[in-house]
Nanobody, 126 residues
Framework: QVQLVESGGGLVQVGESLKVSCAVSGQTFSATTLGWFRQAAGKEREFLAAIDWSGLSIYYTPPLKDRLTISRDNANNTMHLQMNNLKPEDTAVYYC???????????????????WGRGTQVTVSS
């Protein structure tokens, strides 16, 4: 059972940057593929970015590719999402997710994540 705990959300101004983090436990971190999603009020949850277990393969949703950086810190069992030039439409609850199994492909977390954190709220104020 994988446990995921997000942190780092908050209230920021338009144009600022923010890094959210996801602490992972319950499974060998270095063998766990991970992803970030978000859900704005009244909208469906959307995929943002994924990083495979090796850290060598990364995929971003194309519309946000230029403003996001996903990374992982194997020494601290933590994944991060750096978001730059934040806009009001980035206001949402941000979730990290993991698929079932070890050394999963990026596609597995993008299309079939099994484990979810409880999310961290990011609010961008104009």
């Amino acid at each position: 059972q994988v446990q995921l705990v997000e942190s780092g959300g908050g209230l920021v101004q338009v144009g600022e940057s923010l890094k959210v983090s996801c602490a992972v436990s319950g499974q060998t971190f270095s063998a766990t593929t991970l992803g970030w999603f978000r859900q704005a009020a009244g909208k469906e949850r959307e995929f943002l970015a994924a990083i495979d277990w090796s850290g060598l393969s990364i995929y971003y949703t194309p519309p946000l590719k230029d403003r996001l950086t996903i990374s992982r810190d194997n020494a601290n069992n933590t994944m991060h999402l750096q978001m730059n030039n934040l806009k009001p439409e980035d206001t949402a609850v941000y979730y990290c997710a993991a698929p079932d199994g070890l050394r999963a492909s990026l596609g597995t977390v993008v299309h079939n994540p099994r484990y979810w954190g409880r999310g961290t709220q990011v609010t961008v104020s104009s």
